[in-house]
T-cell receptor, first 116, second 110 residues
């Protein structure tokens, strides 16, 4: 069973360009989470999605950032008009669906975004 | 979610048990204790979780005090590859984000 996959692993963008980060959850997982890790800092939650629904986007910056998890295909984190402060590692995690109980999150290898 | 407190760093000799403490004195009844680790700049790796009872899996053991205000992660025979930042997180059940604090930087030394 393949783990969480993210691509690209490294992405370089010039200021003002768009960055598009992809995440394919583990097979059978219908919950996706995005986290950001700025250099020398801890991971910060950004957004939680289920298929075709954004459940919690309390950690998303109000502007330029958006996320989706369509019925078919990977989850996408889009950053429009990137700035140098967006340079970070972006991690995606997935967990299985369940009504009750604790469900661990499985993380992908991350996408390292560098804005020049 | 409840706040956790962990020592910023610890050392452990290779082959010995590593005992990583975590305080979560404001934990509520429906919150689980999770442990993750991040090796260098890789994606965090799930280790173990528990609610009330002690738990053990192939990676580690989790000891939760009876009042649930603190816990200890035990790596029974630490290896150099266990060098990582270990995060103790308390969270309610499925569908909740993880709030990562500073963690404990464990250095396993030969």
């Amino acid at each position: 069973n393949a783990g969480v996959m993210q691509n690209p692993r490294h992405l370089v963008r010039r200021r003002g360009q768009e960055a598009r980060l992809r995440c394919s959850p583990m097979k059978g997982h219908s919950h996706v989470y995005w986290y950001r890790q700025l250099p020398e800092e801890g991971l910060k939650f950004m957004v939680y999605l289920q298929k075709e629904n954004i459940i919690d986007e309390s950690g998303m910056p109000k502007e330029r950032f958006s996320a989706e998890f369509p019925k078919e295909g990977p989850s996408i984190l889009r950053i429009q008009q990137v700035v140098r402060g967006d340079s970070a590692a972006y991690f995606c995690a997935s967990s299985p669906w369940g009504q009750v109980g604790a469900y661990e999150q499985y993380f992908g290898p991350g996408t390292r975004l560098t804005v020049t | 979610d409840a706040k956790t407190t962990q020592p910023p760093s610890m050392d452990c000799a290779e082959g010995r048990a590593a005992n990583l403490p975590c305080n979560h004195s404001t934990i509520s009844g429906n919150e689980y204790v999770y442990w993750y680790r991040q090796i260098h700049s890789q994606g965090p790796q799930y280790i173990i979780h528990g609610l009330k009872n002690n738990e053990t899996n192939e990676m580690a053991s989790l000891i939760i005090t009876e009042d649930r205000k603190s816990s200890t992660l035990i790596l029974p025979h630490a290896t150099l590859r266990d060098t990582a930042v270990y995060y103790c997180i308390v969270s309610t059940d499925a569908g909740n984000m993880l709030t990562f604090g500073g963690g404990t930087r464990l250095m396993v030394k030969p």
